[in-house]
Nanobody
């Protein structure tokens, strides 16, 4: 009965910024890894960024330097600050909770419903 509540998606112009937020609720019994995946129409789901319970982070090469993942200490709450957005960043973004650094879908235990990010050119 764990739910991941996402917010912050929307429509922005190329070069703009968005900040996504996600908080876990329900029966979460430990601090886990959290992160963000995204999926564009006709493309495979891919990891954008992940963060371990201890704060270790990983990023997709396509977003390095433009995206920062962070979390509240001791909480299953995560943020994704996205700057210098490009049209190719357009996708549905999914908040995830799992283990490790949620580096693969197999390490994900819970998925959010997704929030649309659209970057216009």
């Amino acid at each position: 009965q764990v739910q991941l509540e996402e917010s912050g998606g929307g429509l922005v112009q190329a070069g703009g910024s968005l900040r996504l937020s996600c908080a876990a609720s329900g029966r979460v019994f430990r601090i886990g890894a959290m992160g963000w995946y995204r999926q564009a129409p006709g493309k495979q789901r891919e990891l954008v960024a992940g963060i371990s319970s201890g704060g270790y982070t990983i990023y997709a090469d396509s977003v390095k330097g433009r995206v920062t993942i962070s979390r509240e200490n001791g909480k299953n709450t995560v943020f994704l600050q996205m700057n210098s957005l490009k049209p190719e960043d357009t996708a549905v973004y999914y908040c995830v909770l799992g283990v490790g650094v949620v580096e693969t879908p197999a390490s994900v235990q819970y998925w959010g419903q997704g929030t649309q990010v659209t970057v216009s050119s």
